[in-house]
């Protein structure tokens, strides 16, 4: 009898463990596969959350009203509403890639030199001190980079450096973005494959982006952004909060970038983070 009340009482507590959580995935309508780190917004209630990597969002449903108004909005898709309900089973939606900014295609010129160069900065350690990005949250939108001259030059890249001083979080999940630059500050975004890699707190030093097989063709920019976003992390057993560090100099010749949310006006700060892209140059 003591047992019988003992499994009713733990299938009855994960029942409504259950019923508290409304799962849902976002997904590509054309290659079927889920979208990593899409922005759902809530307009009821004034909040954006990000997607996993798995595209999957977890509600909590005692936290809000269902059905619930959904926005799904993410670079390279249509945004999309719908309406959420509150449903054990897990809910799939499909998102439109926009043809708006489908990347071009280009090709790169038949007779010319090719020449690995760098641009950024690719010194890890000559900065006046190291700087310290930390978060108590484990969903987060910072967005940090630099501007680089590329000169009008066509680029093929083909890796992406960035080098950190420590990492105290568990698991850091990025993206990296290129943006054109207008009036000195990160513009418009340069349509291309979503660039996504996860860091844990053995990645001290130089971490190495290889999208060379993603046939990333840069031309007609006299300067370029590359900006790193912060999509979420996991802090370490027993702590809610974490950082990373990467050293910081101050110069007239490097302008570094950052902001809290896509809605906010990038702060610009005369300085430099070790951080550059290899590329090939067609000349």
Do not use: C
């Not at 900014?101 to 090709?107: D, P």
């Not at 000169?151 to 850091?172: S, Y």
């Amino acid at each position: 009898m003591k047992n019988s009340l003992l499994l009713f009482l733990f299938t009855f507590s994960t029942q409504i463990i259950t019923a508290q959580n409304v799962k849902f995935q976002v997904n590509d309508k054309q290659t079927k596969e889920p979208v990593e780190f899409a922005t759902i917004i809530l307009p009821d209630y004034k909040k954006s959350i990000i997607s996993n990597e798995k595209g999957l969002i977890i509600l909590d449903a005692q936290k809000y009203k269902f059905p619930l108004k959904v926005i799904i909005d993410h670079f390279g898709f249509e945004k999309k509403e719908i309406i959420l309900q509150n449903n054990k089973s897990l809910q799939i939606t499909f998102i439109e890639p926009s043809s708006e900014l489908l990347q071009e295609i280009i090709i790169p010129p038949a007779n010319a030199k090719i020449k690995e160069r760098t641009y950024g900065r690719t010194s890890e350690g000559s900065g006046i001190g190291t700087g310290e990005d930390s978060s108590g949250s484990p969903k987060t939108s910072y967005e940090f980079g630099m501007v680089m001259n590329t000169k009008e030059k066509f680029l093929k890249v083909k890796k992406i450096h960035w080098h950190l001083e420590g990492f105290t979080f568990k698991r850091g999940f990025f993206s990296v973005y290129f943006y054109e630059v207008k009036n000195g500050k990160p513009y418009k975004r340069i349509p291309h494959q979503n660039i996504n890699f996860i860091l844990s707190n053995k990645n001290r030093g130089w971490n190495i982006i290889n999208v060379e097989d993603m046939d990333l063709y840069i031309s007609g920019h006299k300067k370029i952004a590359v900006i790193i976003k912060q999509q979420k992390i996991e802090f370490q057993e027993g702590k809610k909060e974490g950082s990373f560090f990467q050293n910081i100099g101050l110069t007239t010749g490097s302008t570094f970038f950052t902001r809290t949310s896509s809605d906010d006006e990038w702060l610009a700060v005369p300085a430099s983070i070790p951080l550059y892209i290899t590329v090939d140059s067609y000349e």
